[in-house]
């Protein structure tokens, strides 16, 4: 079976969300084997030196069994700028697989923009490495139908800071920005206009 991963945020010796982070990795492995889970990550924690200054990506790599390795690495907001429309009406991540060549293959569509954004059954729902929230002009608006439902997004969602609704392609144009989100970039990742992605 695949590995599965979780990217959690480390900032000046803070790890953020970790409670998400539990929550979605408990939810993977009974997904799986339909058993509760083993894996503690603080107890894991307690046991790996984390940088006290800066802000990393912590990377968890992790069977269903246990967590098999702890990467931590600098970690830097890639820019992005436009957003490619790719239609995959098959395509299914619904659980952090370590694996990620079907997004990979989705993500090399996306011709001279920075990245994509996956059209799924005429319903918006993420990017290649985020999800998405969409600002009306109001109040900022995710997807309800993301491939995989994010820690941040949750977050964000649990403070009341996005509301979740159903996105139609042909949608798009009535919103005004569009912002990517995930637990490295918190609600503070790249923000563009709706003009910038292109169908």
Known sequence: MSRLIESIRLQNGVLYNLSYHQKRVDEAITALTGNTTTINLDNYFKFTSLP???????RVIYS???VERIEITPYQVRPVQSLKVIIDNDIVYNLK???????????????HCDDVLIVK?????????SNLAFFDGQKW????????????RQTLLDQGIL??????????????????INALLAFEGPELSVSD???
Not at 52 to 58: H, M, R, S
Not at 141 to 152: D, E, F, N, S
């Open 52 to 58: 006290l200054d800066g802000l990393f990506k912590c």
């Open 64 to 66: 269903v069994q246990a």
């Open 97 to 111: 697989w370590e694996d990620r060549s079907t997004i990979n293959k989705l993500f090399h569509k996306r011709e």
């Open 121 to 129: 059954q005429n319903l918006v729902t993420d990017a290649s490495y």
């Open 141 to 152: 608006i995710t997807p309800a139908t993301p491939l995989l439902k994010g820690v941040m």
């Open 163 to 180: 509301s979740e609704d159903t996105i139609h392609v042909r949608q798009l144009r009535l919103f005004k920005k569009v912002k990517l």
């Open 197 to 199: 992605i292109v169908l």
